[in-house]
């Protein structure tokens, strides 16, 4: 696929992703199985591994101030109903400061019409001005 249909994906799963990083969302367990796949599983900036259960455990009760912050999105498409998102994001504190910078990638997997994300990681780098 090209064109007209990679622009309106990569709008779909770059809203879904934005979601993901909603407090209101990360609280939902609910949401978070809807955007999540069964199988999910992450390869978190820590390096440590975590799947569905650990996800839908922890990030509801995650606490913290601030928000998670993206841009540099991009799409890759390796099969069918396969889509590879790629971007950078960081933490925004509420005075306005970002740490955490980190470049990501989420695989999303197109089922009856939905997109669920199945892997995610996020690899540490050195900071970076988000757009």
């Known amino acids: 696929?090209?064109?007209?249909?990679?622009?309106?994906l990569l709008m779909i799963l770059t809203a879904l992703?934005?979601?993901?990083?909603?407090?209101?969302?990360?609280?939902?367990?609910?949401?978070?199985?809807?955007?999540l796949h069964p199988s999910f599983l992450e390869i978190g900036r820590s390096g440590y591994?975590?799947?569905l259960d650990d996800v839908l455990r922890d990030l509801p009760t995650?606490?913290?101030?601030?928000?998670?912050?993206?841009?540099g999105f991009e799409l890759l498409q390796p099969a069918e109903g396969v889509a590879i998102l790629l971007y950078r994001s960081a933490h925004r504190s509420p005075s306005g400061v970002d740490s955490r910078h980190t470049m990501r990638s989420s695989t999303?997997?197109?089922?009856?019409?939905?997109?669920?994300?199945?892997?995610?990681?996020?690899t540490p780098?050195?900071?970076?001005?988000?757009?």
Do not use: C, K
């Not at 696929?1 to 309106?8: E, F, H, I, Q, V």
């Not at 999303?108 to 996020?122: A, D, K, L, P």
């Open 49 to 51: 591994r975590i799947d």
């Open 62 to 71: 995650e606490g913290g101030n601030g928000s998670i912050v993206a841009d």
């Open 108 to 122: 999303w997997i197109g089922e009856h019409g939905e997109w669920r994300m199945v892997y995610h990681q996020g």
């Open 17 to 35: 992703e934005r979601e993901l990083h909603e407090p209101a969302v990360r609280r939902d367990v609910r949401r978070l199985r809807e955007l």
């Open 125 to 131: 780098t050195e900071p970076f001005d988000i757009v």
């Open 1 to 8: 696929m090209s064109g007209r249909s990679d622009d309106a």
